[in-house]
Nanobody, 124 residues
């Protein structure tokens, strides 16, 4: 089992930056592909970014490419999402997810573990 806890969300203005953190505990963190997703009320959870366990493959949704950066700190068992140039349409609950042993993916069903989410609100 892996437990994931997100933090770092908040209320910011358009153009600002935020860094989300996802702290993992439980089984070995190193071999997990990590992803970030987001969801707004009434909509399906959508992919934001993912990183392979080795860090050699990274994938971003087109809507965040060039503005968001995913990274991980293995010794700290933490994955980050640096979000720059935030827009009101980035407003959502952001979720961290982990998949054990599968390749990088933008599909929610490929992920085995999920955090509880952290709210990001971007005002115009």
């Amino acid at each position: 089992q892996v437990q994931l806890v997100e933090s770092g969300g908040g209320l910011v203005q358009a153009g600002d930056s935020l860094r989300l953190s996802c702290a993992a505990s439980g089984r070995t963190f190193g071999r997990y592909t990590m992803g970030w997703f987001r969801q707004t009320p009434g909509k399906v959870r959508e992919f934001v970014a993912a990183m392979s366990w080795s860090g050699d493959r990274i994938y971003y949704a087109d809507s965040v490419k060039g503005r968001f950066t995913i990274s991980r700190d293995g010794p700290k068992n933490t994955v980050y999402l640096q979000m720059n140039s935030l827009k009101p349409e980035d407003t959502a609950v952001y979720y961290c997810a982990a998949n054990a042993g599968r390749d990088i993916s933008d599909r929610t069903y490929e992920y085995d573990y999920w955090g509880q989410g952290t709210q990001v609100t971007v005002s115009s």
